[in-house]
């Protein structure tokens, strides 16, 4: 199996440690590749929508963003982690998101991640780990992906490991191998079923563009529906590419 981890942060501090207890039990079983933020992405999103009207290509920073989008949409399973900063995900996190907002199911959604799983991890001193979690839940979710697990901690002491009491560090880590288990024992042969609320979004977003497409067939994301399939009676969570 193929595993994608992208790190909020460059930092082998407390996340890396978490990540790494989370991974230990796919090490000899896949194939992980793990990218760095922000030094895999460096540069912002400066908003010039051009991914949204003219294609993905037309951004500044597709030899990063490209690279990143191909390891996703080869895994099986995504890993997303983030320390809390400001009760939030890094900004090096959200500047990658904000990359891939051309991917969001009102735009042009890859069939390949309504099949996908996905788990992420955050942690903080003491708040801010749900409105982290749900910073990337909200992308991953817009995406098409449906499986989503998350973990967060709260850490209530230090915030270097070291100096973590060891029976916090243990019970943080002995939560990730618990979680790491049920992940790694799943088949991922099949792929995850798309839930109603997706479909529910997906329908709704395809009846916009249809009405999107009469107005002018030559837009962008109407012409990706349409070329998908999508605006006739294919659905991206029962196509053949699924194995
Ligand atoms: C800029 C910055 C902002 C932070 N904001 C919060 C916060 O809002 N809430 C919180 O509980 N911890 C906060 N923290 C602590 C981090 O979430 C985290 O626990 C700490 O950076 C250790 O993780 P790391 O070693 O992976 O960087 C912040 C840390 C930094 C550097």
């Known amino acids: 199996m193929k595993i994608t981890v992208i790190n909020g942060t460059e930092k082998h501090g407390v996340t890396y ?10 090490r000899d079983k896949a194939e992980i590749t793990e990218f760095y933020l ?6 912002f999103c400066m908003g010039c929508t051009r991914c949204f009207l003219e294609g993905e290509d037309k951004c500044k920073d597709r030899e ?8 996703l949409l080869e895994a099986d399973l995504l890993v997303f982690t983030s320390p809390v900063y400001v009760y939030h995900a890094t900004g090096a996190m959200k500047n990658l998101l904000d990359h891939f907002g051309y991917r969001w199911m009102p735009h042009r959604p890859a069939k390949e991640m309504f099949g996908k799983r996905a788990v992420i991890i955050a942690q903080c001193l003491g708040g801010g780990g749900s409105s982290t979690v749900k910073d990337i839940k909200d992308s991953l979710s817009w995406w098409g992906v449906t499986y989503i697990r998350s973990i967060s901690f709260k850490l209530m002491s230090d915030i270097k490991w070291d100096k973590i009491p060891e029976k916090k560090r243990a019970a943080m880590v002995s939560s990730l ?3 790491a288990e049920k992940m790694s024992t799943m088949d991922y042969s099949k792929p995850a079923r798309a839930g ?22 030559e837009y962008t994301d109407f012409k990706y529906w349409n070329e998908n399939g999508w605006i006739g009676k294919v659905r991206p969570w029962k196509e053949s590419w699924q194995k």
């Open 64 to 71: 990063y963003v490209a690279v990143i989008e191909k390891a």
């Open 38 to 43: 922000p030094r895999d992405c460096p540069d």
């Open 17 to 26: 440690k978490l990540k790494e207890a989370f991974l230990e039990a796919f």
């Open 196 to 217: 109603l609320l997706a479909k529910g979004k997906f329908l709704v977003i395809r009846m916009m563009q249809t009405g999107l497409g009469k107005e002018n067939p």
């Open 177 to 179: 191998k618990r979680l």
